[in-house]
C-alpha cells in the first residue's frame, strides 16, 4: 500500500509538470491566443507588452513544470505554481477556467506539503548529502 500512494503522488508530480510545460510552451508557439487571457487590470499594471509579459510567463510555467517531471526542487517548484494558479484566479474573477485552476491548485498544494515523490531527482540529491 506504502508503494502505491509513493507512486500517486509520482502521478500527481508528472501530471502537474506536462501540463505547465504545456502551457508554457504554448505561450511562445501561440502566443497570440493568450492575449485574451490577460485581464484589462493586470495589462495596465505591467511595464512592457503583454506580449512579453506573456512570453516571461511561458519561460516561468516551463521552468516550474521541468523541475516537477524532473522532481528537483519539487516543493519550492510547486509553491511557484501555488502563487501563479493564485495570482491567475484572483484576476480572472469565477469562471470554468477558474474552477481547473483551483483543482491544479488543489494538487500542488499537495505536492508542497508532500516529503519526496518517487523517481526524483532530489531522492538522489539528498542521498549524496
Known amino acids: ?15 502537474l509538470g506536462f501540463v505547465f510545460l504545456w502551457f508554457g510552451a504554448d505561450k511562445w508557439i501561440h502566443t497570440g491566443a493568450w492575449f485574451g487571457f490577460v485581464q484589462p487590470v493586470v495589462e495596465r499594471l505591467l511595464p512592457f507588452s503583454v506580449n512579453i509579459f506573456l512570453h516571461v510567463l511561458g ?3 516551463i521552468i516550474f513544470g521541468a523541475l516537477l517531471v524532473v522532481g528537483l526542487f519539487t516543493r519550492l517548484a510547486a509553491l511557484g505554481v501555488v502563487l501563479l494558479l493564485a495570482g491567475i484566479s484572483l484576476t480572472t474573477g469565477f469562471t470554468d477556467i477558474t474552477v481547473r485552476d483551483l483543482g491544479l491548485l488543489g494538487a500542488a498544494l499537495g505536492l508542497v ?8 531527482l532530489e531522492n538522489m540529491r539528498k542521498k549524496r548529502l
Not at 500500500?1 to 508528472?14: H, I, N, P, Q, Y
Open 59 to 61: 519561460v516561468i510555467e
Open 113 to 120: 506539503f508532500k516529503r519526496m515523490s518517487a523517481l526524483a
Open 1 to 15: 500500500m506504502k508503494d502505491l500512494e509513493k507512486f500517486s503522488w509520482l502521478c500527481v508530480r508528472l501530471g
